[in-house]
């Protein structure tokens, strides 16, 4: 999404979306294997787990009550869904809810449903959260627990306060959305507290200030 001529940049707000979509999870083609062609279907493309553009469908298969985003935020969710992207917001058009629209989704054990890898079946994919300002991780939790996101869907929030690197070990191996700031991420790759080939997504939120 592209903002509007003659808008300052300063009233904009830039969310980065690196999805959860693995290298070895592509073709010869670089296509996803969330769409591949069924032989059994004469061929037909299939796309296993994209929500649906149909604005009467539940947006990210019923995980989010219907009406809860606008429709411009559920077009750039199914965008943004199907590979890596950067949207840019003016500021209160509601950027926060397009960020928990992607926690409540990779937050939910039916994200990894159709993976053809067993193992990563028994757990949800690991995501990051990074650069949420002030009570903006009040308000996500809020905006999620609205929508009857399950307790335990709900993502970890890990502070500078939070436990021991053996505590966040733990909590990175069951996997899940992890709001976490960037330098106790850096220090937890860098001491191999947390496997980098682990991670499968990030969700970057200020990205217009250049810091991660």
Not at 45 to 52: S, V
Not at 78 to 104: K, M, N, P, Q, T
Request: aromatic letters at 4%.
């Amino acid at each position: 999404m592209r903002q509007a001529d003659g808008e300052p940049n300063d009233d904009n707000v830039v969310l980065s979306i690196d999805n959860c979509i693995d290298q070895d999870d592509t073709n010869d083609k670089g296509r996803s294997k969330r769409k591949r062609d069924d032989d059994d279907d004469g061929g037909r493309e299939i796309d296993q787990k994209r929500p649906p553009h149909d604005e009467e469908d539940s947006l990210e298969e019923g995980l989010i009550p219907s009406n809860s985003l606008p429709n411009y935020l559920s077009a750039a969710f199914s965008e943004l869904y199907e590979e890596d992207g950067l949207v840019v917001l003016g500021r209160g058009l509601g950027w926060l809810g397009l960020l928990a629209a992607f926690v409540r989704f990779y937050g939910s054990d039916d994200s990894r449903a159709d993976d053809d890898n067993i193992e990563k079946r028994r757990r949800k994919p690991l995501v990051f959260v990074l650069n949420l300002v002030g009570k903006e991780s009040q308000v996500l939790m809020s905006m999620l627990t609205s929508w009857g996101t399950p307790h335990g869907d709900l993502p970890r929030i890990i502070t500078s306060n939070e436990g021991q690197s053996l505590d966040r070990k733990e909590v990175y191996e069951r996997g899940g959305v992890i709001v976490i700031t960037a330098r106790i991420l850096i220090v937890d790759l860098l001491a191999g507290i947390v496997d980098a080939n682990q991670i499968d997504g990030m969700l970057v939120a200020h990205a217009e200030k250049g810091e991660i």
